[in-house]
């Protein structure tokens, strides 16, 4: 299926492939039944009184499954589609502040993101959920697909990319994989083939302009999370204070990866150097 040209979805997807796609992940394609559950929960979310949560509860108005996978499958996905997916929300802004960018920057949604999916459903709500913000309403991304499996061996892939834009400066999660601190900054993911594994050594995050140092920590998910963003393949970090708005950074990393996910084997070091910019005006 293809999303209407102009429209918040048809804009959503193209701004995700855009950001994958620079840093070398496949594209998604839109798909009708994760399409129909992405939008049947944000419906849900918005009709009852504008709350954030993956579960839905029978009898409730806009009520069309418990669980994203019970979603999929009223929506004419097979059980064993339904098996394989995953599901994303967020409170975002449409028209004017569009800031859809937050899902790809806060650590847990983006490593669903990267997880190689490749079908994607973009559902918004059908209105405002509050009065004070007209522009303001529910987001739910389902998605979907074989998983691919890209990245070489011994290859290390990395997001954001030399180049990436729009992202937005602060990692706000909920719950938060980080309770220790305040704020956080948006994910930094490097990833090698899914058979093997990955190390980073050493990270270090400069703001570009200043030369200030950002102090990094890798994240670990809080009890609740079922995504382990942080597997023998993947590692994601993030500063430990939001990056400011509209601004560049250079981030240089070095690691070791591994042909298998126990690390046996030798080991392969590797270096990444790259810049990207944050949005401008996120909110």
Not at 87 to 103: K, P, T
Not at 173 to 179: A, D, Q, Y
Not at 209 to 232: D, E, K
Request: proline residues 6%.
């Amino acid at each position: 299926m293809t999303y209407a040209p102009g429209s918040f979805e048809a804009a959503q997807l193209a701004f995700v492939n855009t950001e994958l796609s620079r840093c070398g992940y496949g594209s998604f394609q839109a798909a009708s039944d994760l399409t129909s559950a992405a939008v049947g929960h944000s419906n849900y979310m918005t009709l009852n009184g504008g709350l954030i949560t993956h579960q839905q509860a029978a009898g409730n108005p806009g009520f069309t499954g418990l669980t994203h996978r019970e979603r999929i499958r009223a929506a004419g996905g097979s059980a064993a589609r339904a098996a394989e997916s995953s599901e994303g929300i967020d409170a975002v802004f449409v028209g004017i502040r569009q800031s859809y960018n937050a899902l790809i920057a806060a650590p847990m949604h983006q490593a669903d993101l990267l997880d190689g999916w490749s079908e994607i459903g973009v559902g918004i709500g059908p209105r405002p959920i509050n009065s004070q913000t007209p522009e303001l309403r529910l987001l739910t991304l389902a998605y979907g697909g074989s998983k691919r499996n890209s990245v070489a061996v011994n290859g290390v892939r990395n997001f954001p990319c030399e180049g990436s834009i729009g992202i937005v400066g602060n990692g706000i999660e909920t719950p938060n994989p980080l309770p220790e601190l305040r704020t956080f900054g948006p994910g930094l993911t490097f990833e090698t083939n899914r058979v093997g594994s990955i190390e980073v050594e050493g990270i270090t995050v400069v703001e570009t302009a200043t030369g200030t140092i950002r102090p990094t920590v890798r994240v670990i998910g809080p009890v609740g999370y079922t995504l382990s963003v942080n597997q023998a393949w993947r590692a994601t970090y993030v500063t430990t204070e939001a990056m400011r708005n509209g601004t560049a950074y250079r981030v240089e990393a070095r690691g070791r990866t591994w042909a298998t996910n126990n690390k046996t084997g030798p080991s392969i070091p590797w270096t990444r150097s790259y810049n990207f910019t944050t949005l401008g005006n996120p909110f």
